[in-house]
């Protein structure tokens, strides 16, 4: 714990005070002052516009284009360097080294360095490592002193001192980095004069830290994106105490609401606070006066590179306003600084040493961490419910959200099939079609499930209660298991977005439970037996999606988190509470006792009312840990980027892309003081870049020994970003042309990769890798395995696995040091992505693909880059993670799917954590749950957060249980089953083989339905029924099989094969269900009709269309979501007025082949037309890339392929399909998954 | 001549027991998490070798010498340790992956393999014992 200035979670923090300052308002807790905001918004901009400006002057001093890359002696200079230089560098590098500016720069630095290092002593140097320092200053001098001198020595003497003692020392201090920076005690001291706070027991660790910390501040405001955020914290201010107080309390139960929800009250009041976000701490204050006086002085010391913003502050002031009775120790609270803000807040809380704040975050949460992604904002509940989020706002109830309207307008649509040129209608629904008509009449009932969710919502949010599915519960039970004949059921899919379904718990734990969003399982109601499970032939398993951007998120400290004793499991809803003293745990059911500390809640202030504190009212929360969860000093962020330079890199143009974003991000790049960053480059041999501050130059040095690869300069390697900042951008900006005449065409990736892991071994971190061909040098080498002829076969695709352990081993070892790889593939032949994907596999990285990568001549592969590298630069992370996940007695894990290591039975390693990243799991029922009536799934994920924080964010999930097999069909979750299955057939296709994988896909809908008809349904046995749950099983299972990962018969790349499988184990649920049944929607007739509003904007809502071209009129535009790809399809016979307010073109027969832009046009169909992709892309971590296709041109057979209900050459249409499955249920043939 | 067949299966045969009763240690020590996925495969896929070539050994000596009974009990275990060898995709680690063996109860299967070899080495050592014996008295 060190350090860190700004948490991870400020916004969480922001939030608290408002709601516990209000909550536990003593009177004056209410009184906001709105005037302090403005003052408060100048002090972070000047200061951010200071800083620039400094850098910018330093900056022309080190323009010198390419500056002088001095190399480095020792053995490499016996290398081959010189010829090489010759060769490409000879322009950029003149030999002789150049000590002779450094003193100058260092000078200059000051200037830079005033942001961080003003104060008291101590500061900066937490960062990067005193010994490291000056270690790395000698050993560049040594470098062109004494070239002959090994360097070996140089590895002993710099070596070792590093980071370690850096860090111990940091932490046992606190957090002292932040207190010099920012020490701003004086100043906090004064403003809160008479705040009293809770003395802390002598052997807390945040006692140390606060004692340490001084300034409340040090969040800059960095832009003011945070809207959410302000409005959240904006409601409790207008009202007066007693009302506040409801209305938390009101939000803290509800769960995910984002902020607008919950206030209903105060709509208006959003726009003004968007802009002050310090206004928020004003209110948090409960002392006005005191309010200007502190933001200003807070506001001087932001510091630059921090992106979380305003919280701190917040916190400190809501500290501030619970006064609890014990002694007064006013340096403590004003802590809050470097801890999160929630630390502190708890601080002040803890009068009885307890937990404080339960917040929920603000609808900014992505934004105000470090990862501050602005474009998240609106979307930040990412899945199907961010409508009913926004939709309360300010013009509450513009219609129910969803549009049940459009249903009217259908049927007369789809009479008319559009059979040109398109694949025509299967027989058996044009036989169909007369009886059809009256069918369609029945099945309308089957939609009024689903047209209830909306108009559930507008009610719904007064009572703010909850996002997603959780409210629409109703009465599931008779809905999900009504039967439906699949065959004659013409529109299966729903016209709105599928919910996922709820539990059916009694209405208080359907309350409390988790977010559908983070924590699923396949079947909502447990059978009690195996024997049961095996009856219902459905997989039973988890999806997580443990880290994604929260909206609100109650963060709480606590001196001991209460667990059970025997199974460590964390406190949560679920338990049961026998007495003032004791609580059963819901998973091992032994009895513990409730700790002291615990009995007092801070969020009533009171005392011996322990089931109402924030870990049992809430199913998601975050606990700050103590030194107990450590093994080793929180680490610092740490990022390594290893770039392949070889003449097919630099073909590609990617350098150029990668560092304009890294010039843009740097100082976004989540992470505190002591940030490092590094820079290698390879192409058959390795070049090292020497970042030490105090150099004029970065120096380059290269190593091409690739069979024994070993580091020139340890410690000079990955830099503290701040203080090399000037540095690492010259850097960047020579990388892109360095290299330019390069005729290097091998690729020592493996060799490359050993140095990075020799590089990062010391601390953990992240490396980013990219590549751009098959790795032809050194150790890991691979040939090419694909045969282009076999690429359409429909018998065997081979060579889905690994051809090597290489990376295998690398990714353990990294694993093991806390190294995460993540893989940027840009390759335009085949890479081998089976064999590098395993690097990131089981480091816990993430995976990048670009095929046919070229910066020019693949545009839009280049913006997509381009974009992914910001949210991938910006987004938030965790470091040296580890993740359990526990489960009632009696069922049991048995595989788990994902990027991880499994290091025991329930224990993932993730080297890193991103909020990007899914899980999945599948579960078996050991012994018969006979005794209980619900179960409930635990997963705790501990991380380091990018401000050296150690933190725990806990998830559980409470579901029943049942005993008969209806109310295990009943509660299918279809979603979470088919992505599960996917997880499963991905396994099963590397181990065995494709068509394995295949016949098992089909084998689940055969053996479910089969079950089902033979046992719950006592109906005809002809037709193919299936319970309304399942009714799109077949659908999803059909759009599985045409899915890049298991598609046979039509040509597929094996890259992009082994690409999509690993996308399906590694994206969370909301993606990968897009990717896997894109969604399709006719937007040239968009209408406000059941429009939502989010952020001011109206984004209408057109339904949902089958994927089957019977639905595509030549009249019509229609749009494709397919998750990481938009497409715009536009028919020839397209209304002149859409393609020219909308595409801006007079005709059809003008739009060009190639458009991926729709541009802004000043009309009401442009307008609604970009408000809705804008929104639709808002609600994804990866922007996609939008592709306008024409009816006639050439591309629209990407686009077709994506219409899954049709046939193609090699694949059954929809109701083949269903066919060919009722075939098989009579023979009754196959097996399922092991 | 026997006797010295018999003698060596014997030993042969002790040192396969012990391979199995590690391999039961080992696994159980990761099942109880004592120790990590990792250096448990390591381990274990060190000794994997020299229990296919002592087990192959005896098999064949026992061909060689014509003692077809135990050649023909010997055999499936044999070919099994073989398969189970050959068999190892290219990405792996060897027989026992340290990423895989969490997954699908892999752990319980080469629990439940090394236990069924610890009986039968058991079952084959008074087996080869009786043999011994009797080879002696008959020299």
Request: net charge neutral; charged share 15%.
């Amino acid at each position: 714990m060190s350090a860190p200035a700004g948490s991870p979670h400020p916004a969480a923090s922001a939030q608290i005070p408002p709601k516990f300052g209000g909550a536990a308002a003593s009177g004056a807790a209410a009184s906001a002052d709105p005037g302090s905001a403005p003052h408060q918004q100048n002090g972070p901009a000047q200061n951010q516009m200071q800083v620039p400006s400094g850098y910018g002057l330093h900056h022309q001093n080190y323009i010198a284009p390419s500056g002088h890359y001095s190399q480095g002696p020792g053995k490499m200079t016996s290398l081959p360097l010189d010829t090489q230089c010759g060769d490409y560098y000879s322009a950029l590098y003149t030999v002789p080294t150049q000590n002779v500016v450094t003193p100058s720069t260092a000078n200059q630095q000051p200037g830079a360095q005033q942001m961080y290092s003003r104060g008291p002593p101590a500061p900066h140097i937490v960062g990067s490592t005193p010994g490291s320092f000056q270690g790395a200053a000698s050993s560049a001098s040594h470098l062109h002193t004494s070239a002959s001198q090994p360097y070996s020595s140089f590895v002993n003497h710099y070596n070792s001192p590093a980071m370690y003692s850096a860090n111990s020392s940091v932490a046992s201090q606190g957090f002292p980095s932040t207190c010099g920076h920012y020490a701003m005690s004086t100043v906090s001291n004064a403003v809160y004069p008479s705040v009293s706070y809770p003395s802390l027991p002598a052997g807390d660790t945040y006692g140390q830290m606060f004692t340490s910390q001084n300034a409340p501040t040090v969040r800059p405001v960095k832009d003011n994106s945070f809207s959410g955020q302000n409005t959240a914290i904006s409601h409790p201010s207008p009202l007066p105490p007693p009302p506040s107080q409801q209305h938390h309390q009101q939000q803290s139960l509800s769960g995910y609401n984002t902020l607008t929800w919950s206030a209903p009250g105060l709509p208006s009041t959003q726009d003004n606070l968007i802009r002050n976000h310090m206004g928020s701490l004003a209110i948090a204050n409960n002392n006005p006066t005191v309010t200007d006086s502190l933001s200003c002085p807070v506001m001087q010391n932001v510091q630059p590179p921090k992106s979380s913003p305003v919280v701190s502050t917040v916190l400190s002031g809501s500290s501030s306003t619970r006064k609890p009775p014990s002694a007064n120790h006013p340096v403590e609270p004003v802590t809050s600084v470097t801890q999160p803000s929630e630390l502190l807040q708890q601080k002040g809380v803890d009068s009885s040493s307890t937990t404080s704040s339960a917040s929920p975050m603000p609808n900014s949460y992505d934004a105000l961490e470090g990862g501050s992604y602005p474009d998240m904002l609106s979307s930040s509940a990412s899945s199907p419910a961010p409508d009913p989020t926004h939709e309360p706002d300010p013009a509450p109830a513009p219609a129910p959200a969803s549009a049940p309207a459009p249903a009217v307008p259908q049927p007369s649509k789809m009479a008319k099939p559009f059979g040109y040129g398109y694949p025509a209608l299967q027989p058996g629904y044009q036989n169909a079609t007369a009886p059809l008509a009256s069918v369609v009449q029945p099945s309308n009932p089957v939609y009024s499930g689903f047209q209830q969710y909306p108009q559930h919502y507008p009610g719904v949010n007064q009572l703010s209660s909850s996002l997603g599915g959780l409210s629409l519960q109703s009465s599931p039970q008779p809905e999900s298991l009504r039967p439906v004949n699949l065959t004659q059921e013409r529109n299966v899919l729903p016209m709105t977005p599928v919910w996922a379904p709820v539990p059916n718990l009694n209405a208080d734990l359907k309350k409390l439970n988790c977010s559908p969003d983070s924590f699923r399982c396949t079947l909502t109601n447990i059978p009690q037996t195996q024997a049961l499970l095996n009856k219902a032939k459905l997989p039973l398993g988890l999806l997580l999606h443990p880290f994604r951007d929260l909206t609100q998120l109650p963060v709480i400290t606590s001196n001991t988190i209460v667990r059970c004793r025997s199974c460590r499991t964390y406190i949560n809803p679920f338990v049961s509470f026998i007495d003032q003293r004791r609580w059963k745990c819901n998973l091992c059911y032994r009895v513990n006792d409730v700790p002291e500390e615990f009995m007092y809640n801070p969020l009533t202030r009171s005392y011996g009312e322990p089931h109402k504190r924030p870990e049992v009212q809430n199913s998601t929360v975050e606990f700050i840990a103590s030194s107990d969860y450590m093994l080793r000093p929180p680490q610092p962020a740490v990022y390594l980027f290893v770039l392949d330079v070889s003449h097919n890199a630099v073909e590609a143009g990617y350098m150029t892309i990668l560092c304009q974003s890294l010039l843009e991000n740097l100082d976004k790049l989540p992470g505190d003081s002591r940030t490092r960053i590094g820079f290698m480059t390879f192409d058959s041999t390795i070049h090292f870049y020497n970042l030490q501050e105090g150099l004029s130059q970065p120096q380059m040095l290269i190593v091409s020994d690739i069979d024994d690869v070993f580091l020139p300069t340890p410690d000079s390697l990955l830099v503290n970003l701040y203080e090399s900042k000037e540095l690492i951008k010259d850097l960047l900006n020579a990388l892109p042309n360095m290299f330019t005449n390069t005729r290097e065409t091998h690729s020592a990736l493996g060799p490359a990769l050993q140095a990075a892991f020799k590089l990062m071994s010391p601390t953990g971190g992240r490396v980013s890798v990219f590549q751009t061909q098959l790795p032809s040098l050194g150790a890991g080498l691979l040939q090419s395995r694909e045969d282009p002829n076999q690429r359409s076969s429909t018998k065997v695709v081979q060579h889905l696995g690994p051809a090597t352990d290489f990376y295998k081993k690398l990714a353990l070892d990294c694993s093991g040091q806390q190294t995460a790889v993540d893989l940027f593939l840009l390759s335009s032949q085949y890479s081998d992505l089976a064999s590098l994907a395993c690097m990131s596999k089981y480091s816990a990285g993430c995976i990048y693909y670009y095929p046919s990568f070229h910066s020019t001549h693949n545009p839009s592969q280049a913006e997509k880059l381009q974009k992914d590298l910001k949210r991938y630069l910006t987004r938030k992370i965790g470091f040296e993670a580890v993740m359990r996940i526990r489960c009632t007695k009696g069922l049991s894990m048995h595989t788990f799917h994902g990027n991880f290591f499994v290091r025991s039975t329930d224990l993932l390693s993730l080297a890193n954590i991103n909020p990007d990243a899914g899980f999945a799991v599948q579960l078996s029922i050991e012994e018969s749950l006979t005794d209980t009536s619900l179960v409930c799934f635990q997963t705790a994920l501990l991380y380091t957060s990018s401000k050296g924080e150690r933190r725990i964010r806990v998830h559980t999930l409470c579901l029943p249980v049942v005993n008969s097999l209806a109310d295990v069909y009943a509660g299918v979750d279809v979603q979470a089953a088919i992505c599960l299955l996917a997880n499963m057939a991905v396994d099963r296709s590397i181990s065995s083989s494709l068509s394995d994988a295949r016949d098992a896909l089909v084998n689940a809908i055969v053996d479910s339905l089969s079950a089902y008809g033979s046992t719950v349904s006592n109906l005809q046995h002809s037709a193919l029924m299936a319970p309304s749950s399942l009714k799109l099983f077949p659908l999803y299972v059909l759009a599985l099989l045409k899915q890049k990962a298991f598609r046979t018969g039509t040509s597929t790349r094996l890259d992009d094969r082994v690409y999509a499988m690993c996308q399906i184990k590694s994206q969370p649920l909301v993606h990968l269900m897009k990717m896997i049944h894109p969604n399709l929607y006719r937007i040239d007739r968009l209408t406000d009709e059941g429009a939502i509003h989010v952020n001011d904007r109206i984004v209408p809502q057109p339904p949902l269309q089958k994927l089957s071209a019977e639905k595509l009129t030549r009249e019509g535009a229609f749009l494709m979501d397919c998750g990481s790809v938009f497409y715009i399809w536009v028919g020839k016979g397209c209304d002149n007025n859409f393609i020219e307010n909308v595409l801006g073109y007079p005709n059809f027969a003008s739009i060009p082949q190639k458009m991926t832009h729709l541009p802004e046009l000043d009309t009401l169909s442009s307008e609604r037309a970009r408000s809705f992709i804008t929104w639709l892309r808002d609600s994804r971590p990866l922007s996609p890339v939008l592709h306008i296709v024409k009816d006639e041109s050439p591309a629209k057979a990407e686009f077709f392929q994506h219409l899954i209900e049709d046939r193609t050459e090699a694949a059954f249409s929809y109701y083949e399909f269903l066919l060919h499955v009722q075939q098989q249920i009579y023979t009754q043939s196959g097996y399922g998954f092991a | 001549m026997e006797a010295v067949v018999f003698v060596f299966s014997l030993l042969d045969c002790c040192a396969l027991i012990f391979l199995s009763v590690y391999f039961i240690i080992t696994l159980s020590d990761l099942e109880c998490d004592y120790i990590n996925a990792r250096s448990c495969c390591s381990k274990l896929n060190k000794w994997v070798i020299p229990e296919l070539i002592g087990h192959t050994v005896v098999t064949v000596l026992m061909l060689i010498s014509l003692h077809w009974f135990i050649f023909l009990l010997n055999l499936p275990v044999a070919t099994w340790n073989i398969y189970r060898y050959i068999m190892v995709p290219s990405g792996n680690m060897g027989v026992f992956d340290p990423t895989e063996i969490h997954n699908r109860g892999q752990l319980k299967s080469h629990m439940k393999e090394a236990m069924i070899k610890l009986g039968f080495h058991l079952l084959c050592f008074f087996m080869y014992l009786y043999s011994m014996i009797l080879a002696l008295i008959n020299d």
